[in-house]
């Protein structure tokens, strides 16, 4: 009796750590189509720059502005950072590329003309207010761009999570500005709860989302 307990528990806990385990990546196109939109935030939120809140219809906003999907650690770099000449030869070539491109820890609704206007910058802090996207408190100027406070710790988490989980580079210098966007930016009750539903589709927490104090270990 006592052995078949045991053989019962063991096989619980193995069966938990399967499940914990788990990883379900999706291809792009389908993220971008239908579990993004339709499953992640399902007409529910906020577009990450400017705070625009989301419509039941994907890919606008409730005002009828289109809203794109954003990669914080941008495909670019990951192109770039795989040694591929382009993002088709990292695609067809690197099944890590199409992972990394369609992790939905680094993706979010972004209005599609501050996605456009931003186009592969930095992110970093700007002296002053330089530049204001049409009452959007998004700066950009020489290549960096500084977000909404509200918005900085999850640019910071979602770009750790990258780092970490794919060893993505990140300069010494951005990695030190994101940390104290992380400790000024806590993770909100809709960061926390969108950690959640990417656990649920996707089999991965951010850890940083959990234990903001984890980036001290980053290098």
């Known amino acids: 009796m006592k052995f078949r307990f045991c053989l019962g528990f063991f096989l619980l806990i193995m069966q938990q750590l399967a499940v914990a385990d788990s990883v379900n990546f999706y291809d792009y196109d389908e993220v971008a189509s239908k579990i993004f939109w339709n499953e992640l935030y399902n007409g529910q939120g906020w577009t990450l720059y400017c705070g625009l809140r989301l419509a039941s219809i994907p890919s606008l ?49 972004v209005w599609i003309d501050a996605s456009n206007a931003l186009y592969d910058s930095e992110y970093g802090i700007i002296e002053g207010e330089y530049w204001r996207f049409e009452n959007c408190d998004l700066e950009r100027k020489k290549g960096v ?4 406070p509200v918005a900085r710790g999850n640019i910071a988490r979602a770009i750790f999570y990258m780092h970490n989980t794919y060893n993505l580079p990140v300069s010494e210098q951005t990695i030190e500005i994101l940390k104290t966007w992380n400790l000024a930016d806590p993770p909100s009750k809709q960061e926390i709860r969108r950690n959640e539903k990417i656990q649920k589709l996707q089999g991965r927490r951010n850890p940083y989302i959990d234990k903001p104090s984890l980036v001290t270990t980053l290098k």
């Open 145 to 148: 761009v500084e977000p909404r």
């Open 61 to 109: 906003t409730i005002s009828g502005m289109t809203v794109s999907i954003e990669h914080i650690y941008t495909s670019n770099r990951m192109v770039q950072a795989l040694g591929c000449h382009s993002r088709q030869q990292c695609y067809e070539n690197n099944p890590d590329f199409r992972i990394m491109e369609s992790d939905l820890h680094n993706l979010y609704p």
